[in-house]
């Protein structure tokens, strides 16, 4: 029973999360893709992109009010399913959670404002500008959470005697050594996600036979955006690498199956391990584990020998990492290949397989969102706050756990259905075409299709 | 002042916000459902979705505000609201992602089925009655503490006559509240039809809000005696509640000031709420937690209190352009833009 209620706490927060964390990247990223596209179209007087904008800020709202309302389930849940953690993380970290609810509400308001004045104010700038809360506060709420979520890791600015809590300092609790590179990495993927949703989208629309130029310049738009932000990410994971090899060894060693303390340390892509601890079938990569993880080949690098066996994380994570890495070498080669094809008069850039390709991109990047939250997640295990307190000691000791595990299950079931559904509705009901003569009639239908 | 009852005071700040913003937003949802079974939707629905459709995200952000916010200044009540509210604190969720979801779903995406407009509806009523179950609880004698493991009574929680008068008391609120911002809305946004609806709406439900209040009222004294005679002590707070309710509803069936008439009517739940919750004291939730005791470590309540300074000074400006846009631009509230 003591053990069903924990594995059935860990389940219900890691469904709540894996959901939340879908529409909460899309909250962060998207608007800075609509403000991008309705700057260009003011500044290019082009009706195409300020089109663009609005209806990527129709699809957006839909989505925003499942990131509300998952967001809220999981603030309350953090406090019905974990308590004890909340106890603590109330005394320590309790700041950034506060000040993650002022970007909220900073970003709902001019939210309110930017989705209901398209056309009130006679200088387009005016408009544009309110894009910049938004940004701002999707961003911000996204750098607070993060930092909740670093100082899991690597608890600090506190000291505790006798389980009392005699000194704490909360800058210090939110500016813990997890925090840089986790924020840096956790914002440029939402924003590469984003990019890459919306190009996968628009490729799909090309793909349907819908090759008109508003769909053209949405494309390139994305897919620049996507290479650029691509290529930050990885800094950003290197960075994450980096940060992992200095402060928290065992992780980076269960991702790579690094079993022993050495100098020089091989690379390990996928493959599996056999009861030895040892891997097979992997790709090996001569002293690259030793460069990602301190950008020297020869360096020395902590192996899990290092830490106690009851201490390890699940190995499994290995994978998690991998494929992980893997779609951040994907996305920026198929953006790259695709500025190649357009570059080379001879070939068309939008022929089917390259399309497709594209379209492919943009689920993949959101599952290098899910597994890198589940990598990071997982290899924190078991501590819930690394070296003070498991995941055991933290849960709830209600028994009506498992209950709740299915009632948010079918929620969640609800709520995904019915994104799916209205977005398709919204968007079937007004195709694009239409909507650039109605709401610009000086535009030419479908020119030079 | 110390920083706990700054604190506390903030906190109770915001969940009247929530009280007042969420009333609107969840009785709203009930008169468009009556409206549309009784077949008078189009002379309501209109003005209810001008209003509703800009802010309904802002009306969640006081509710995250205060949940977080208690748990930040005291940490304790993370630990026995959090294991004591696993269910009726999930069930509230699950209500209000529906209907915050619904919400979006039905609006952006087709027009309004009957289906979604009675999950609209009911759902406004059952949140404000889930949600109240923490209130009752925090009186005390609902939680046991056995060997590290806290539970709720639910068998003393639903025979409890004061949970259900405080159940009765936050539906008949959450409807009364709602009618009379609607009535100052349909005022200036001189819809005289809508205006003639809505008044009759405030002023059915004036009966039972205070009706609803005073019982409560009696069952508290019934069940916690401290709290009732520090009630008692406040008085003038509960008599000043009073007048400003004869004052509203008398303005608002003489037909004039609307507006003043739902300021009265606000102030009324302010002295009643922070009677209340003045009464209270010392405890956050009786007998566990108290607000010295129970509070965060000093440097954390200084800090959350800066911040909570330097956020306000954000989001006043911007809440006040929300309302000159939405709320008090005459051509909006029209319908003109
Ligand atoms: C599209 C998403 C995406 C992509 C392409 C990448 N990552 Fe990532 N990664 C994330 C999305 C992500 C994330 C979801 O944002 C995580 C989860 C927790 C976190 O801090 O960021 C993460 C975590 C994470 C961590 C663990 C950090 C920690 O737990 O403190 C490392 C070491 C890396 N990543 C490294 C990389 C490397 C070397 C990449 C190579 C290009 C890479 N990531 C691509
Ligand atoms: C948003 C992206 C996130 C995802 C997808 C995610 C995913 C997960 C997963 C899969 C688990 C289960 C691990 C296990 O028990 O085996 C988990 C646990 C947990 N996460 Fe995260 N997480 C995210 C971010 C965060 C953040 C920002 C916080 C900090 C507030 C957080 C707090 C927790 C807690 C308290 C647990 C339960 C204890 C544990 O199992 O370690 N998570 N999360
Ligand atoms: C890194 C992971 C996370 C990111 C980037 C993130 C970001 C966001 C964003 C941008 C929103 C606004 C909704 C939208 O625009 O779609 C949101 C909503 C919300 N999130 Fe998350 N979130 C994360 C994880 C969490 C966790 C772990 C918690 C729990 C403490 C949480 C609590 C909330 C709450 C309470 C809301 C609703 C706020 C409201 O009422 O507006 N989030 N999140």
Known sequence: ?449 | MSYEIIGIAVLWLFLYGYLIVASVDFGAGFFAFYAKVTKQDHIINQLISRYLSPVWEVTNVFFVFFFVGIVGFFPESAYYYGSALLVPGSIAIILLAIRGSFYAFENYGSKQSMVYMFLYGATGLLIPASLSVALTISEGGFIVEESGVVSLQYQELFTSPLSWSIVGLSIVSVLFISAAFLTFYASRANDYPALNLVRKFTLFWSTPAIIAGLTTFIFLSQHNERHYENMLDLWWMFGLSVALFIAGIWLIYSKRHYGLAFISIMLQYFFAFFGYGIGHYPYILDPFIRIYDGATHESMGIALVAAFIGGLLLLIPSLILLMKLFLFDADYVKGKK
Not at chain 1, 419 to 448: C, I, W
Request: glycine share 6%; with cysteine; hydrophobic share 50%.
């Open chain 1, 1 to 449: 029973m003591e053990f069903d209620t924990v594995l059935m706490s860990r389940l219900l927060t890691a469904m709540t999360l894996g959901f939340h964390i879908i529409f909460a990247t899309l909250g962060v990223g998207i608007p800075l893709l609509i403000s991008i596209a309705e700057f260009i179209g003011i500044k290019k007087n082009d009706p195409h992109y300020r089109l663009l904008a609005r209806r990527w800020a129709r699809g957006f709202v839909i989505s925003v009010a499942i990131g509300v309302v998952t967001g809220t389930a999981i603030g309350l849940q953090l406090s019905l399913v974990w308590p004890n953690f909340m106890e603590v993380a109330g005394n320590v970290i309790s700041l950034p959670l506060f000040m993650e609810v002022f970007a909220f509400f900073f970003e709902a308001i001019f939210l309110g404002i930017y989705l209901y004045t398209w056309d009130r104010f006679k200088n387009q700038y005016i408009h544009w500008l309110f894009s910049l809360p938004i940004i701002i506060g999707g961003g911000f709420s996204a750098i607070f959470i993060t930092m909740v979520n670093a100082f899991m890791n690597t608890p600090d600015g506190f000291t505790v005697e006798d389980g009392v809590f005699t000194a704490v300092n909360p800058l210090a609790a939110m500016l813990n050594p997890a925090t840089p590179t986790k924020v840096f990495h956790v914002l440029s993927s939402a924003y590469l996600t984003c990019a890459a949703i919306l190009a996968a989208i628009t490729a799909f629309m090309i793909l349907k036979k819908k090759t008109s130029d508003y769909y053209k310049k949405a494309l390139k738009l994305t897919l620049t955006l996507t290479f650029i932000f691509a290529v930050i990410t990885a800094i950003a994971g290197d960075s994450s690498a980096k940060f992992l090899a200095e402060h928290q060894p065992e992780k980076l060693a269960a991702a790579e199956w690094h079993f022993e303390t050495e100098e020089g340390a091989d690379l390990i892509l996928f493959g599996w391990l056999n009861d030895a601890h040892e891997a097979i079938g992997e790709i090996r990569i001569p002293k690259f584990l030793s460069f990602l993880a301190y950008g020297d080949f020869n360096a020395e690098v902590t192996g899990l020998e290092d830490v106690p066996q009851n201490q390890w994380p699940p190995l499994w994570v290995h994978y998690m990492f991998d494929l992980m890495v893997t779609i951040g070498f994907f996305l920026p080669a198929v953006a790259l290949l695709y500025f190649i094809l357009s570059k080379v008069k001879r070939w068309n850039e939008h022929n089917k397989g390259m399309l497709s390709l594209i379209v492919l991109s943009g689920p993949l990047a959101m599952l290098g969102i899910e597994f890198g939250w589940i990598y990071a997640e997982e290899g924190r295990q078991p501590w819930i706050i690394r070296g003070y307190m498991t995941v055991e000691e933290a849960a709830t000791s209600s028994p009506q756990i498992s209950l709740m595990f299915f009632l948010f299950l079918a929620l969640y079931i609800v709520l995904g259905t019915l994104f799916v559904l209205t977005l398709r509705k919204v968007f079937k009901d007004n195709p694009a075409e239409e909507e650039l003569e109605k709401q610009y009639p000086s535009v030419k239908k479908g020119d030079d299709a």
